[in-house]
């Protein structure tokens, strides 16, 4: 087991959609309450409903700590779909989406408090973690220098990686 990512490292902000979402009993009552709400919504649009902040690493490779790789998560309503995405930026600031998944309704329903996104968020970026831990085959200040040096690069092993997530990238079954 690795200890890169901690729960500390996690972030989970609040937004209106969260609170709705917190509140609603399944997709169909949280479309509602956003109708009530008098909350704007658009199908084509992307909104954050629990934005988490970034998680840097490879630090000591950079004489800027704003130039550095970084990985961030977030859970979004999407196409009327919660999804949950996890990006990847390079040390230049460019980012990459490298997973996206269609919460279910049995997932939105375990979901009653900030603490339960937070637990989400963490739960499935230390499985990222594991993925690049395994796949890289080292400790994991190796594995995520070989993994930072791969986004540079542009050159990932994402299907190795991804594999260690117990929740699949399903957009397509969507859509």
Known sequence: M???I?????????????EI???????????????????????QKTYEV?????ID?????????NDMNSISTGIYLEMSL???????????????EIFKHVLRGEE????????????YLYNHIHELEQGIVKTYGADAKKAFED?????????????SILQYMTIENNIQDFR
Not at 57 to 65: R, T
Not at 147 to 159: A, D, H, Q, T, V
Request: proline share 3%; charged share 25%.
């Open 6 to 18: 901690s729960k500390e490292s996690v972030f989970a902000n609040s937004t209106k959609l969260a």
């Open 108 to 119: 939105i329903s375990k979901l009653n408090r900030i603490e339960d996104f937070k637990e």
């Open 82 to 96: 919660i999804t949950y995405r996890i990006f990847i930026w390079s040390s230049k600031g460019e980012g990459f």
């Open 147 to 159: 993994f930072g040096m791969g986004i540079e690069s542009r050159k990932l092993p994402l299907p």
């Open 21 to 43: 979402l917190i509140e609603s009993d399944g997709y169909t009552d949280f479309h509602e309450k956003i109708v009530s709400n008098n909350i704007e919504y658009n199908e």
């Open 57 to 65: 690493f490879n630090q000591h490779l950079y004489e800027n700590i």
């Open 50 to 54: 629990v934005p988490s902040g970034f």
């Open 2 to 4: 690795t200890d890169f």
